[in-house]
């Protein structure tokens, strides 16, 4: 095992039972390097998720959520404000080509957003990405994949 286990018939079994309130067994414990408890629940998380459950965390949770909603997605999305396919990547962040602006997705989609690569005669001026980034805001055109 990659963890720290206990030994049949080891003393401290007891006090570490009652101190995680282990109800049955086997039983894993995350413990985070700063010494706090991640999870009580880590043998139903691999269970679920296997290693990549790892490291127990709620982002962790999170991200595992995102990539399990995001499967049914396209690899490749033809869109009519964009020249070009639209490749679906993993990214927490996301930068315009074009422009250099920067920002970040939603909670909801960490790990499959969709990039963007404009050629600057496509989206020279900021007003088009503006306009593309409102459009996108009103829940029309696949507004929750933004600009």
Known sequence: MPWLALPFGDGRKASLSRLFKVQGIPT??????SG???TTE????????????FPFTEERMEEIEAEIMAKGWPEKLKHKLHEHELLLTKRLAYMCDECNESGETGRLFVRAILAYSYTPEKFSEVEQIEKARREADTGDNFGHWRL
Not at 28 to 33: E, T
Not at 42 to 53: Q, T
Request: aromatic share 0%; charged share 15%.
């Open 28 to 33: 894993l414990v995350a413990i985070g390097p």
């Open 36 to 38: 706090k408890t991640v």
């Open 42 to 53: 880590a043998r139903n998380l691999i269970m679920c998720h296997g290693a990549e459950a």
